[in-house]
């Protein structure tokens, strides 16, 4: 083991899988087992004192997972309860649900309840769909007939969830990320994690809580877009459950949210540009973009030339692109100074076209899932249905 465990905890698996298989298939004496327990002791002591990737040979995802299923094997709940709490916690991506939902029976509801919260609590920032994945998981392997005890433990872990919905933000690209190589692995909300959420809340008969998440992600159209997150849930929320959920409360909500959203976006074309005219204000007031900013607001003129230094052409490349001006620049290498190009585009117009047909085909998705109905929903359906014929219109 001490061989072993220089190349890290992995390195120490296969050895402790034999050893596990062995007492598992014979009527193995205390002795045997206490020495099994004592090799996962030291091989989770490790774990634990290295951050992910910190030792040679660095671990994979399914190394957790494996880990889990041998300690299942052995049935010892508080070694279990250690390598989740101190390990799968701190390194976790959701490739660890699976055999958590299968093993995590051994350390009883009360404790399952607290570790798990615990980890949705620490994750959900990075990890929204696989904690959302591990509730929907855990509530199908316990079934619905669970004892009062592990429907509060799944309660529990659904409510860490649902409080940090509304402190979830949109991660950009190239967000600096201290924990980049495991967050790197995390997949993102899509209509699946919305479903699965708002039906494993159902299933818990967790009204209140379903109540709360409704409203975070209607609060929050930056992460849960309707057009690309909530209609397909919306879709397969539906498929699942047929008409009966037509008279779901947070069905016609989460339904009326996103029409509202999609007509306030798109209920009339975009229109077309009259003129080249681009209104910017240009902080800088050097020479270059007084006449960059002159040009932005002429309406006749497509094309401008400015034969600057490099420094200067430089800069004006920053304003451009800080201003978001729809032009392209390119530089002509004529004679010396050199000459940068700029001409305007349609750029704005073309995205708002794009986008607006992307709405129509959300509201085609939309309109057929709530049925005949009145009142304020049946207004919604009305004004969709005039938005699409004007668009077939023109």
Request: with cysteine; glycine share 4%.
């Amino acid at each position: 083991m001490d061989v072993l465990l220089q190349a890290g905890p992995a390195a120490a698996l296969p050895y402790f899988k034999d050893r596990v298989q062995a007492v598992n298939s014979l009527a193995a004496p205390a002795a045997d087992r206490q020495t099994v327990h004592s090799i996962a002791e030291r091989i989770i002591a490790v774990w634990e004192a290295t951050r992910n990737g910190g030792y040679p040979g660095r671990g994979k995802e399914s190394d957790r997972r494996d880990m889990i299923a041998l300690l299942g094997q052995l049935a010892d709940a508080p070694l279990l309860e250690r390598f989740i709490a101190g390990v799968v916690t701190r390194e976790y991506d959701g490739s660890e649900n699976e055999a958590m939902a299968t093993n995590v029976h051994w350390v009883g509801p009360i404790r399952a309840g607290q570790l798990l919260s615990h980890l949705a609590i620490e994750n959900m920032r990075f990890f929204p769909a696989a904690c959302v994945n591990l509730l929907w998981r855990l509530t199908r392997e316990l079934g619905l007939e669970s004892t009062t005890d592990w429907i509060a433990a799944l309660r529990e872990i659904g409510a860490a969830i649902v409080r940090a919905l509304p402190d979830l933000k949109q991660r950009k690209p190239d967000q600096p990320d201290r924990d980049w190589c495991r967050t790197q692995k995390a997949k993102p909300v899509d209509g699946t994690t919305l479903a699965d959420l708002l039906e494993t809340l159902a299933a818990l008969n967790a009204s209140t809580l379903r109540d709360a998440a409704c409203k975070s992600i209607a609060a929050n159209p930056k992460v849960f877009n309707p057009a690309t997150l909530i209609v397909p849930a919306l879709q397969l929320l539906r498929e699942r459950s047929g008409d009966a959920v037509l008279s779901d409360k947070e069905f016609r909500r989460l339904w009326g949210h996103s029409a509202e959203f999609l007509l306030a976006r798109s209920e009339q074309p975009p229109q077309s540009p009259k003129d080249w005219r681009q209104d910017v204000k240009i902080v800088c007031r050097c020479d270059d973009c007084h006449e960059l900013q002159a040009f932005a607001l002429d309406p006749a003129t497509q094309t401008h030339r400015f034969r600057v230094r490099k420094e200067r052409r430089q800069h004006l490349h920053q304003q451009i692109d800080r201003h978001r001006l729809d032009m392209t620049h390119v530089t002509d290498r004529t004679g010396s100074p050199q000459t940068l190009v700029c001409s305007k585009t349609r750029a704005t117009y073309e995205r708002q076209c794009r986008q607006y047909n992307e709405d129509l085909a959300s509201m085609a998705a939309l309109h057929p899932l709530i049925g005949k109905t009145d009142g304020d929903l049946q207004r919604l359906r009305a004004r969709m249905d005039a938005a699409r014929q004007q668009c077939a219109r023109a």
